[in-house]
C-alpha cells in the first residue's frame, strides 16, 4: 500500500513511518520541517520505499499530487506543544485549520481514506471523570490563548465528519493524549523529555502550577500501533476514538519517578503557570482517557506502563 503521512518527521509521524515501512508500505513523507526534523527520519532515510517532500501542507499543487498516489492518508502536521502554541498563535490556527481543510479537500477529490490526529485538548477543563469519545467539550474564554488550539483541532474533528456524512469520505478520527518515547524533544513544553532531561543533568526539576494536576502517558509506539490498527478496521470509519493511557499520574508523581529511575539527586522547584508560559495561560487539572471503545474496536490495550515508558526515555537521552 502507498500512503502519504503529514508531518512524518515529527515525533509520532517518524514513528508512524518505520512501522509503515515495517509492514512492507511504500511511505510518503510531507513536512515543512517546523517542529519535525531530519534527524527523527534519519534511521529510514536510506530505505527504498521512503519518500520525503519538503514543504507546507498548504501548498495545494504539491499535495495533490501526494494525495492522487496514496491509497492512505496518515494527517498528522499540525502546531504541536504547549509553549509552541503560545508562542505562535496565529501560525497554529493556520496550519491546524487551513491545512486540514486542504487535506480533507483533496482526500475527497480522489476519495482516499483519512485518519485525523486530533488531540486530549478538545475535552477542554473537565476535571470531573475520565473522559469518554461524546463527552461535552469545556472550553475557556478566547482571551486564554491556549484554547485556540482545542478550537482548531475541534473544528478539524467536524470537517472531517463532515466530509464522511455529506461525502461519504472514508475518514478515522483519533484523540491523542499525551503521548511520549524517544525523539520526542523538551523544546515545545513537553514535560516528560524536560523532567528527564533535567534529571540527568542535575538541574531543577521545574514543576509548573502546584504539581496535582494529572496526565495519563501513552508509549508512542502503542499510538501507532493503534492508529494502523483503526485505518485497517471498517467499523472504525466515520467514527472518533481516545487514543491513551488510562493510568492516571500527578505531574508531581511523575517528577518523583523521573528522578528516582534516573537516580538524579536534581531538586523539585516550582514554578508558576505566568512565569512558565507568559499571561493568559491555563491548564487542564485532569486528563485520562476512557479507551473502552479502543478496546473494543481494535482489541487495543497499552503495552507500556509508566516506568517502562521513563526508562525508556531515560535511554533516548543518555545515548
Ligand atoms: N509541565 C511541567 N513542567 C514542564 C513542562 C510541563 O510541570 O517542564 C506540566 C504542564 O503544566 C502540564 C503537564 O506538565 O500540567 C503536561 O504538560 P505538557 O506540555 O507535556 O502537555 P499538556 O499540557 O498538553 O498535557
Known amino acids: 500500500m502507498r500512503v502519504l503521512i503529514t508531518g512524518g518527521a515529527g515525533f509520532i509521524g ?60 496518515y494527517h498528522l502536521a499540525a502546531a504541536v506543544g504547549v509553549r509552541n502554541i503560545m508562542d505562535h498563535p496565529v501560525e497554529t490556527l493556520d ?13 475527497n477529490r480522489f476519495k482516499k481514506k483519512v485518519f485525523i490526529a486530533s ?51 472514508p475518514v478515522v478520527i483519533g484523540r491523542l493524549f499525551n503521548t ?22 542535575g538541574k531543577p526539576i521545574t514543576v509548573y502550577g502546584d504539581g496535582t494536576q494529572t496526565r495519563s502517558f501513552t508509549h508512542v509506539n502503542d499510538v501507532t500501533g493503534a492508529i494502523t490498527r483503526l485505518m485497517m478496521e471498517p467499523a472504525a ?17 511523575l517528577a518523583e519517578r523521573v528522578r528516582e529511575l534516573s537516580a538524579s539527586d536534581s531538586e523539585i ?3 508558576s503557570y505566568e512565569k512558565a508560559y507568559g499571561p493568559g495561560f491555563e491548564d487542564m487539572e485532569r486528563r485520562c482517557p476512557n479507551i473502552d ?10 503495552s507500556s506502563d509508566l516506568e517502562s515508558i521513563i526508562k525508556s526515555v531515560i535511554n533516548y537521552f543518555k545515548e
Not at 95 to 107: C, D, H, M, S, Y
Not at 181 to 189: E, L
Not at 237 to 253: A, Q
Request: charged share 25%; net charge negative.
Open 14 to 73: 517518524s514513528h508512524l513511518a518505520e512501522r509503515l515501512l515495517d509492514q512492507g508500505d511504500e511511505v510518503f513523507i510531507v513536512d515543512n520541517l517546523w517542529t519535525g526534523r531530519l534527524a527523527n527520519i534519519a534511521g529510514i532515510q536510506a530505505h527504498e520505499r521512503l519518500h520525503l517532500v519538503v514543504d507546507t501542507i498548504l501548498n495545494e499543487s504539491v499535495m495533490n499530487e501526494l494525495v492522487f498516489k496514496a491509497d492512505h492518508i
Open 95 to 107: 496550519i491546524n485549520v487551513k491545512g486540514t481543510e486542504v487535506v480533507l479537500r483533496l482526500a
Open 180 to 201: 511520549v518515547g524517544p525523539r520526542q524533544t523538551g523544546q515545545y513544553g513537553m514535560v516528560l523529555p524536560n523532567f528527564v532531561q533535567s534529571a540527568l543533568l
Open 237 to 253: 470509519e466515520g467514527e472518533v476514538f481516545n487514543i491513551g493511557n488510562d493510568h492516571e499520574v500527578t505531574i508531581n508523581e
Open 293 to 302: 471503545k479502543l478496546r473494543q474496536c481494535i482489541g487495543f490495550e497499552p
Open 119 to 169: 488531540t486530549s485538548e478538545i475535552y477542554g477543563k473537565h476535571v470531573e471523570h475520565d473522559l469518554s469519545e461524546d463527552d461535552n467539550r469545556v472550553m475557556g474564554t478566547v482571551k486564554k490563548r491556549r484554547w485556540a488550539y482545542a478550537c482548531s483541532k475541534t473544528l478539524d474533528e467536524f470537517l472531517a465528519l463532515a466530509y464522511f456524512d455529506e461525502k461519504k469520505l
Open 269 to 271: 522547584e516550582y514554578v
